[in-house]
Structures are given as C-alpha cells and as structure tokens.
C-alpha cells in the first residue's frame, strides 16, 4: 500500500498574503514494507504531517493518496483505516475498564455494519496481543493504567494493531521506557515489518534510533523536506545535522573523525561497542608489529 504526498501544504490560518504555512510543498512517497524514521526540530511540521497522513488534517493544497486513490477528493475516508497511529503517550490512548475492552473497542467500530460476531473481535484481540508479547488469558480483565509503562505502550500497540493497519505511525514510542523496554519494543516493530508486512513511520529525536532502526530517514526543517535517505548519510554531515537541530552521537562523530585518519569504519558507526571494538582492533595490531 503506497502512500504519496503530492505537493501537500497545510495552513491552520485563513489563506491570504499573510498566509503562516505549516507545511509547504511536501513530496513524499512511503512504500510498502519500508522502516522509514521521521525527524525535525520542535515546529518543523512533523506533527501536522502525521496528522494529515491519518485522515485528521486536509491538506490546504495538494494531493494525498492511499493506494493511488486520494481519500478526501473521493471522500473515502474509511481508506485511512489502513493507517494505525500510536499516540506518544498511551495514557491518552487507553481509556476501558480492561486490557481486553481497550482493544477490542477498535475492531468493534471498525467492523460495525459488517454483521460482526464475538468470535471475529475475539481473533482480531487475540491476534494483536500474541503480536505485543501478551496473553490474552493472562491480561484480558487486566485495568490498563495498572499496568507499567512499557506495558501500557503493548496495550496500546495492540488497540492499534486489531485495526490491522498496513502502516503503523509511532510518535516518539520510546519516551519514558528503559533501555529493555526500547529492545522489546523494537524486536516487536520489526518483527511487524518483516513478518506481516506492516509499514513503519516512526516520529523520533533520537539519532541512535534512527540509525540502528530506519532504512531511510525523512527530515523536516519548516514545513518542507529538508533531507530525505540513508540515516547515516544525513546524519554524517554535520552542517545538515545542526542546521535541521538533529544531534549527531558522539560516537558517529568519533567514528567519522577515525575514518578520516584512516581507520576503517566499523560496520555499526553508531554503536559504542562496535567504534570501541575497532579502535581495540587496530590498537592490538599496532602493537602486534615489530
């Protein structure tokens, strides 16, 4: 499922010489199965593009397609369906009594007017928490906001995924989880992209994410697309970096610097242990020779 944004602007003002744009001639094109990484400064636009690319926002100018079929010019709004997103914080997602009432409350709506049963709103729950690591026995009468963080983050995952969406947006998904959290977390996002084949758009400000996680990084820089490819490759130039306010970690820069003095690359720039591992390695072979 493509989804493309054809010279997209928004304005939340009145049209007019005046005109504050929040976004401005965004062109992009997300395809199926990518793990695509979202970034830009407080007030690039990032919010209201994801706004726009679930159904929430019109845009003021331009074309949005879902399938090669623009929802609001053919007013089909069920198209954004396709398209889950998970909220930064799940407290603002998660709203029942119960783990299990939580999750089904999407399928229910979404499936109304189909002749749904039980047992299909049962699948789709089941489906989706076995995919978030959670029993359905063991956490159906579960009250969501008893839960831990990083358990109320699957919950609300799960809620999100019983839509089956084939793209899932995540807004910062990592603020306030542990480092097992940030791994479990991850391990699950790509498990998603390489075995169902849901597509990732993942809002985050940390590069090490971006870098480990995304294949291709999208940057906004007021309201237009400042820089659209490889992590590393954007996040290497360090004038791109600090002109979009992206922070490069030290230990791409360390990696970088090393690289000019001619010392390979590690194959993971980014990783502490990998740049540690290399600089061991040459060290050792330095004093390995006579």
């Not at 399938?67 to 889950?84: E, K, N, S, Y």
């Not at 590690?266 to 502490?272: F, M, V, Y």
Request: proline share 8%; charged share 20%.
């Amino acid at each position: 499922m493509p989804v493309t944004l054809e010279h997209i602007s928004f304005s939340y003002s009145p049209q007019g010489s005046g005109t504050a744009w929040a976004l401005r001639a965004v062109n992009i094109a997300i395809q199926p199965g990518e793990f695509v990484a979202l970034a830009g400064r407080a007030g690039s636009g990032k919010s209201t593009l994801v706004q726009l690319l679930t159904g929430l926002l019109p845009p003021t100018g331009g074309r949005l397609t879902i399938d090669g079929v623009d929802p609001f010019a053919t007013r089909q709004p069920h198209l954004f369906d396709q398209i889950g997103l998970v909220f930064q914080y799940p407290e603002h997602q998660l709203f029942s009594a119960t783990v299990y009432a939580d999750v089904a409350f999407g399928p229910r709506q979404q499936l109304r007017g189909r002749a749904p049963d039980d047992a299909l709103v049962r699948q789709r729950v089941d489906w989706a928490m076995s995919a978030v690591g959670l029993d359905l026995t063991s956490w159906a009468d579960r009250h969501p906001l008893e839960l831990s963080g990083g358990e109320k983050r699957r919950v609300a995952i799960a809620g999100v995924l019983a839509l089956r969406p084939r793209l899932l947006i995540l807004d910062e998904p990592t603020a306030g989880l542990d480092a097992r959290g940030r791994r479990t977390l991850f391990d699950l996002l790509h498990r998603l992209n390489r075995e169902e084949g849901v597509t990732i758009l993942l809002v985050s400000h940390r590069p090490e994410e971006m870098l480990a996680h995304a294949s291709r990084l999208l940057v906004l820089d007021a309201g237009t697309v400042a820089g659209d490819g490889a992590p590393q490759q954007l996040l290497a130039d360090a004038p791109f970096a600090t002109a979009c306010g992206l922070e490069q970690p030290d230990c791409l820069r360390l990696a970088e610097r090393l690289a000019a003095e001619g010392l390979p690359m590690p194959e993971r720039p980014w990783d502490p242990a990998a740049v540690a591992a290399q600089v061991l390695t040459r060290c050792g072979a330095g004093r390995a020779q006579p």
